[in-house]
């Protein structure tokens, strides 16, 4: 059973920094890809960072948080991070965790989701 742990979403005023964390637990042979997703009220789900690992991180964002938001990865603890700065009202949503990894060597990968953590910024 995998297991994805995000934390540190908050309350902010605009112009502040949030950092989430999410980690992945269980058996887990190899993690393919990482991210952060995020869903506002009455709006679809939409990428926000995606951090994928092929020899070297390769980073990918959406145009609406490049320069403000930075993703990265801790491969030694499964963990993948978001560090929120310059947030706006626009920013808020609950952001969903997300991971591609493969539970043994010959499985195919699976995509695994978090439960969801609610930033909120206010005006």
């Known amino acids: 059973q995998v297991q994805l742990v995000e934390s540190g979403g908050d309350l902010v005023q605009a112009g502040g920094s949030l950092r989430l964390s999410c980690a992945a637990s269980?058996?887990?042979?190899?993690?393919?890809?990482m991210g952060w997703y995020r869903q506002a009220p009455g709006k679809q789900r939409e990428l926000v960072a995606l951090i994928t690992s092929g020899g070297s991180d390769s980073t990918n964002y959406a145009e609406s948080v490049k320069g403000r938001f930075t993703i990265s990865r801790d491969n030694a603890k499964n963990t993948v991070y978001l560090q929120m700065n310059s947030l706006k009202p626009e920013d808020t949503a609950i952001y969903y965790c997300?991971?591609?990894?493969?539970?043994?060597?010959?499985?195919?990968?699976?995509?695994?989701w978090g439960q969801g953590t609610q930033v909120t910024v206010s005006s």
């Open positions: 269980g058996m887990i042979f190899s993690i393919n890809a």
């Open positions: 997300n991971a591609v990894l493969r539970l043994r060597f010959r499985d195919p990968p699976g995509v695994y």
